[in-house]
């Protein structure tokens, strides 16, 4: 009883829950606020199910806490940013260079891996090879073949499914130009839908499989007691069960590069295996470490791209005026010549058409991964955040709060014409990469292959809603990202005088 009376004291008198006990919110000169929750649980209940980013927004708008919002999950202390300034003293702080690491996160070997490696030299060790190596512009570049290629593939059976059905179901088709891609670029390897089906299934399990384990809410990383008697996803078995199966997968490939990469000298276009098996000298990864690296791409690389791009193709269903003016903007620049991505690089109209779905649909809205701060954090504001607080910024509040953008549910790329604003860590009114020294590695080839993508599929047809069968909703569901809860079909016109395949 008198455990029960103090843990519920404590509980009532702590702003944030019961993990900012003991005046922890109040150490800088001012406190920061938020919601009590519930006993022992704190907010799990607010994030576990639905649109955490739309519940979190609704807390900080309804409670003035946009600047920064304290809260508990279970015993973790988490403090959310829905503001522009606020949020880029997060991501840019030094002491916010770590993330939590989720236990799905460590049995799957992701904690050797760039996004949950600590702050420390492993990690700055993987930033300076993804950056001057992984995702240097001449290799984005000499990769432009493949992005054509793959799109090329995906066009082709669009078309075909176009005539056979009346219709499309554009995710299978992204989800598969996605998937070869990122193999293509990280194993320097490509399936083909019908003669390597059986390969290419086993593949797409591992990828889905570990995409559910690492977006599932998993109750046991906030209460650690639970773990011992409820698992009711049996995370911690089927962790255990892939991480055998990717090993062999990529070591596999690894061993095969070994043996033809001996005398061979590293070109532009050379795969991610190549590369990290060419560093010398500190440089030089371990075998394990090379397998999660690159697992890693694969799981980054594969759903961001696919789920952006079925975003933008949902929004320009439902805006057939700014598909006509896009497809002007494509049409008067290429003529019906094949579009590249130098072509696309000088569209104002079609970046400003993704820069506008990156600030309506994010695909992180609270950035994906968050972070972890490793000092006390002074905020310009009078705000102190202790050390080891989870740390997260609700990218989807700030693009949808009208204090910073106008009329900021409707759809209207023209926003982006009038004013230049970097999406790619230096604005953070929109900052869908996050920001910093944790910022997206992988972000310019994101950008481009999305880009790249939808001017080609712009080019190619006119897309029209299917409204009576297959009506557009843009309803969302957040799993690793937030992706369409239902899947975007529409009925694609073939266009005249294009370079169909
Ligand atoms: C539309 C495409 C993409 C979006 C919206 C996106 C978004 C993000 C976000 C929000 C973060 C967290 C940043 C932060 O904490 O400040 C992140 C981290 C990361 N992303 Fe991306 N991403 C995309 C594409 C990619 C691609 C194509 C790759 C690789 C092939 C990739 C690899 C990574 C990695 C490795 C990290 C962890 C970085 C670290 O912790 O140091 N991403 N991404």
């Not at 059905?165 to 839908?193: E, P, T, W």
């Not at 910073?404 to 869908?432: M, N, S």
């Amino acid at each position: 009883m008198a455990f029960l009376s103090i843990a519920l004291f404590s509980w009532a008198f702590a702003v944030g829950g019961i993990a900012w006990k003991n005046g922890r919110n109040r150490k800088g000169t001012l406190p920061i606020p938020g919601p009590r929750g519930f006993p022992v649980f704190g907010s799990l209940f607010t994030l576990s199910r639905g649109l955490a980013h739309r519940s979190l927004a609704a807390m900080a708008w309804s409670r003035a806490n946009t600047q920064l919002m304290a809260f508990s999950l279970g015993s973790t202390p988490v403090v959310v940013a829905s503001d522009p300034h606020t949020a880029r003293e997060i991501l840019t702080s030094p002491h916010f260079a770590d993330r939590p690491i989720k236990q799905s996160a460590k049995s799957l070997m992701f904690s050797r891996a760039i996004g949950f490696a600590p702050n420390g030299t492993h990690w700055r060790l993987l930033r300076r090879i993804a950056s001057s190596h992984l995702f240097a512009p001449k290799r984005i570049l000499a990769h432009e073949p493949g992005r054509q290629l793959d799109c090329t593939v995906m066009l082709r059976n669009i078309a075909n499914e176009q005539k056979l059905h009346g219709s499309v179901c554009l995710r299978k088709h992204l989800q598969f130009a996605a998937l070869n891609n990122i193999m293509g670029s990280v194993f320097g390897r490509r399936y083909d839908q019908k003669k390597d089906s059986e390969q290419l299934e086993e593949l797409r399990d591992m990828v889905r499989e570990g995409f559910e384990l690492l977006g599932a809410f998993n109750w046991s990383d906030y209460l650690p007691w639970l773990s011992y008697f409820y698992d009711p996803f049996r995370i911690n078995q089927r962790c255990l069960q892939l991480v055998p199966r990717v090993r062999k997968l990529v070591k596999g490939i690894i061993e095969q590069h070994r043996q033809l990469s001996e005398s061979k000298m590293l070109s532009d276009n050379a795969d991610f295996v190549d590369v990290l098996l060419s560093l010398d000298g500190e440089e030089k990864l371990q075998e394990d470490d090379m397998v999660a690296v690159l697992w890693e791409m694969i799981f980054r690389g594969t759903d961001t791209t696919a789920l952006l791009t079925e975003w933008v193709m949902a929004e320009l269903v439902l805006h057939p005026e700014v598909q006509a003016k896009l497809q002007l903007e494509i049409d008067s620049a290429t003529r019906s010549k094949t579009l590249t991505d130098a072509d696309v690089a000088k569209l104002p109209y079609l970046q400003a058409v993704v820069k506008e779905t990156l600030r309506i649909h994010p695909p992180g809205p609270l950035l994906s991964w968050a972070r972890l701060s490793t000092s006390d954090v002074q905020l310009s504001n009078g705000m102190l955040v202790p050390a080891n607080t989870t740390a997260m910024v609700n990218m989807w509040a700030i693009t949808h709060d009208p204090k910073v953008w106008k009329d900021p549910v409707e759809f209207k790329p023209e926003r982006f014409l009038e004013a230049e604003v970097d999406v790619r860590g230096g604005d953070l009114r929109l900052a869908p990469f996050g920001a910093g020294r944790r910022v997206c590695p992988g972000k310019n080839l994101g950008l481009v292959t999305v880009q790249l993508w939808v001017a080609k599929l712009m080019q190619g047809f006119k897309w029209v809603q299917d409204s009576v069968a297959h009506p557009v909703d843009l309803s969302e569901v957040l799993k690793l990202s937030c992706e369409m809860k239902f899947p975007l079909h529409a009925i694609a016109v073939e266009r005249e005088d294009t370079l169909l395949p």
